[in-house]
């Protein structure tokens, strides 16, 4: 039986965590520029909008999703969905593909900050609603911790219909720098970062115990550590009593961390409280 006595809170998503394995899909996020090399080294090269180390290029191919799964127009992908339709969540309008198969072209208007995406076949306009297939690339301003992908609104990069006329709002204008920043009219930089793999819930129990749920929304097996460190209320002085709730036992007390192997979509559920003395 789970413990839902309430505690001061229902519960609530904490942190989702990068895909522990190297051959995880990339995903757009935005950062403050800082120079790191994950948010330099765009650059416009033959309609191509190529990323930080130029193998994966930003597609602006729309990808169909599940039905009444969106959000102002633009595709979402609650657990257990992953995917819009062929495609990795999240972003699915514009989206981080080998640049050997980028569909359409880019060009961008240094005087306005436009990017545009316009296709370069029928399939691709139809795609997009119309001749031409026409779209332009949009960033959200930053929220709260909102999204099944981990945060911030912001890193939901998307295709949206182009500004007509008038000043262009910051969301739809882009700077790319000398040394290959592409920068939103916000500020924020975009950058290419892996997919998320594992991701914490957590909810406080009585008596100093947390339970934590730790979900797998990748496409690969995920073997991870949750870090102590990362769960909200948690105090166990030297170590943590760790109860497996699935496997309905007791496991040893945890110092630092919590092991698991997460198949894709498989969810680890956890008791975590101060060890009983000896």
Known sequence: MINDAWAGHPGTLVKSYPATDSGSALMLDQKSCDGSAESTGWSLDGGKLR?????????????SGPTGQSDNGMVSCPPPTTKCGSTPCPGCGALLVNCT?????????ASSGVLMWNSTGPDEAAAQGGPGGAKCLSARPSSGVGGF????????T??????KGGTVANT????????????????????ARPMFGPQLWSKPLPDGKVAVLVVNIGETTQDFELPLADVPGLSCGGS???????????????AKSVP?????HQSGFYILGPAKAS
């Open 51 to 63: 990323a930080p180390g130029g193998q994966q290029c930003l597609d602006g191919l729309a990808k």
């Open 101 to 109: 198969d980028a569909q359409g072209a880019w060009t961008h208007d």
């Open 149 to 156: 992908y981990g945060g911030p609104k912001a890193a939901l």
């Open 158 to 163: 998307a295709l949206s219909n182009c500004p």
């Open 172 to 191: 739809s204008s882009f700077s790319l720098s000398a040394k290959g920043e592409l920068q939103a009219g916000s500020g924020a930089c975009i950058v």
């Open 240 to 254: 943590c009593a760790v109860r497996d709730v699935w496997a309905g036992k007791d496991l040893p007390p945890q």
């Open 260 to 264: 698991m192997t997460l198949r894709t």
